[in-house]
């Protein structure tokens, strides 16, 4: 079993910046496929951003590239998101998810993904 924990999230004004961390614990990381979803109130929970095969292949939804970058080490078995020039409209829970890492392209779902953090409220004033 994989337990993953956020932390990082807050309020911030628009414009700002934020770095979400999830710590994994109870499989070798390495062997993780990680993303971020977000969720705001009333909306489905939505993909933003995907960190596949040990971190070779990295994906961004649309309304976030060039803003956010997610990262990885390995060592400290932690998955990052970098948010940069943050939007009102990014107010959201913020989930980390992951998977065993089984060479799948798919990604974008939160049906992609086993394993759940209990989210970080992320909050952007304008």
């Known amino acids: 079993q994989v337990q993953l924990v956020e932390s990082g999230g807050g309020l911030v004004q628009a414009g700002g910046s934020l770095r979400l961390s999830c710590a994994a614990s109870?499989?070798?990381?390495?062997?993780?496929?990680m993303g971020w979803f977000r969720q705001a109130p009333g909306k489905e929970r939505e993909f933003v951003a995907a960190d596949l095969w040990s971190g070779s292949r990295t994906y961004y939804a649309d309304s976030v590239k060039g803003r956010f970058t997610i990262s990885r080490d390995n060592a400290r078995n932690t998955v990052y998101l970098q948010m940069n020039s943050l939007k009102p409209e990014d107010t959201a829970v913020y989930y980390c998810a992951g998977r065993i890492n089984t060479g799948r392209y798919s990604y974008s779902s939160p049906n992609d993904y086993n394993y759940w953090g209990q989210g970080t409220q992320v909050t952007v004033s304008s």
């Open positions: 109870g499989r070798t990381f390495s062997s993780l496929d």
